[in-house]
């Protein structure tokens, strides 16, 4: 079920809103956990009803293998149970992928199975290992059935994320303020929802319409023009950007309007001065989950070898090349492989994982260098501002991999973007200063690229003003609840005009009622587009 359909904003989000409201305004607390919870599993049985005994087992087995763990920890069982999360997650998205590597590989001619993906199991697979791990450790604290289901199905998070944490929602579950109804909790989650269906289906979505025929055409092997590599790159990486931004919304408005907190997701990532930060503002709960269930290890496992060995840890700044390596490369690219290949079974999944796996290892490598050279980086908003450009830059050159049908598509469509297939200026563009010269001196044709017209760029900037400087929803209501222990700061404009915050006022109500309800005849009106996560 898609939170822009008509059965879930007409008939699904209602219906569950009310009963759980009577329950707990009854102080029926656990039946309005077994609500939400039953409400869940329908609502992930929308799509296909067939997958719901597959988390019911899932969920059953590792309810079953955490309070052994909890009790009584073992690394094999622990082993044990990992190996059979990863097991199922890797039978369903990667069987048919890794068959069809091989029989291209080595001509066996075999039948590819059609294994149909079950929704949400990247998720739920990553949120049940946490769980384990953490029961091993003696971290993650037992609890009852139903509340270890709705932890896993709360349908807010269930198909795009976030990842949540055990201590972060269990105790919720078990308070019983949770579930007593609070105008303001009602409010600010209803004005993220509104905000977040407006971003998809009025920003998003008109912005698919762009990238569908370019990428197409870059799998078709079609030489695109710069114009139309940079448009339907740069459309893209917008698209996503207010797609991701928009779930994220809606997931932390619905959970509000509930009671229930959710981790912050997404925070405007494309003001990061480097992939760094990028990635400490991008899909937050899986960069958690990789830094502490993956490259920790790791790292965690090679000191203690140094240790061992007898080797000194090194000091801020004095690493040799080849404690670099071990200590940081190494760990950095496995672990976003393991992010790529998360994200989807293919080889460009693959390359978008190392490259941005080679990006953090030197931007770790710069840092430890200006530490070494005693330098600091620089406030000055032209260097923030080349900072930011740079790593955008490196941002839309990944997401052309992540975006292609597979790797020869990307490098054809990135080839366009070099201008490896030829210029096309506008008639209009010809008229700026010193354009026209240029175009006279190099013989550039003038007219319209073949996929994407000016009529189409026009938005592009202003929708890059908006994400580059514009406050975020999450800093807009920042003086009410709204993601879990998420603390914004006042941005630029709130300095500047304090009355521009988010008030539960007329005026700001007529100004979210006016964009919802643009939103909500937009969602009604049309067939409704998946939020491009839930292909994960």
Known sequence: MLFNSYEFLVLFLPTVFAGFFVLAGARQHRLAGAWLTAASLCFYGWWNPVHVP????????????????ARRPAGTLLFFGIAVNILLLGYFKYTGFLASSLDQAFGLGWTIPNIVLPLAISFFTFQQIAYLSDAHDGVAVEHGFVNYCLFITFFPHLIAGPITHHRE???????PETFRPRLDNISVGLTLFLLGLFKKVAIADPLGENVRPIFAAAADGTPLTLLDAWGGALSYTLQIYFDFSGYSDMAIGLGLMFGISLPPNF?????????????????????RFLTAYIYNPLVLRVTRARMRAGSPLPRRGRMTPATFATLVAIPTIVTMFISGVWHGAGWQFVVFGLLHGFYLTVNHGWRALKAHWGWRDSEHFLARGAAVLLTFICVVIALVFFRAADVSAATNLLSGMVGAHGVIIHPTLKEVPGMKLLV?????????????NLKRMFPLPLLLFIVWTLPNTQQWLRHYRTALGFKASAGWLERILPASAWR??????????TF??????????????EFLYFQF
């Open 54 to 69: 597959l988390l019911m087992g899932s969920m059953g087995f590792n309810y079953l293998v955490g309070r052994r763990l």
């Open 169 to 175: 929602m269990l105790p919720q579950f078990n308070d």
């Open 267 to 287: 925070n405007s990532p494309f003001k990061a001065r480097n992939i760094i930060e990028f990635w400490s503002r991008w899909h937050m709960t899986l960069t």
């Open 504 to 513: 539960p006022t007329p005026v700001f109500g007529f100004l979210v009622g």
């Open 516 to 529: 919802g309800v643009f939103a909500l005849i937009r969602a009604l009106s049309q067939a409704p587009t």
């Open 440 to 452: 006279e001196l190099f013989g550039i044709p003038v007219g319209d690229a073949p996929y994407f």
